[in-house]
């Protein structure tokens, strides 16, 4: 992937990524650090990034041993790295309201919630 961002040579990257890395056997510090990784990789590029707040997430049921409350306490642990670590580079989706704005599988958005979710991108584009 970083070949072909390199090649591509972005003016600005929205990261959205993680949640899917969240399970009991990472540490909130090794995901976050990993995420900062690959800001830093790109902003060697010369890109300007910025990162989406880990989201909500209802159902976990795909990892084993994870449990909703693990889900939550680790993605607001991460969040909280993430915050202190990017500062203003932190997307906040707070247009988006769980589970109002996700389809019934409690993971994806709904049509309601991808466009708040790309309303959010489009002003954090515009500012950048």
Do not use: W
Not at 70 to 99: E, T
């Amino acid at each position: 992937m970083k070949k072909e961002v390199a090649a591509a040579r972005p003016d600005i990257i929205i990261l959205h990524l993680g949640e899917n890395d969240i399970s009991p056997s990472r540490r909130p510090g090794d995901i976050a650090d990993a995420v900062i990784s690959l800001v830093e990789d790109f902003r060697a590029l010369g890109s300007i990034v910025r990162v989406v707040a880990f989201l909500p997430r209802g159902n976990v049921s795909r990892v084993p041993g994870l449990t909703t409350h693990m889900f939550r306490q680790s993605r607001l642990a991460v969040n909280k790295i993430l915050s202190r670590r990017l500062g203003k580079d932190l997307i906040c989706m707070q247009r988006l309201h769980y589970p109002k704005d996700y389809s019934s599988d409690l993971v994806h958005l709904s049509d309601t919630g991808m466009l708040r979710y790309f309303l959010t991108l489009r002003e954090v584009v515009l500012r950048s």
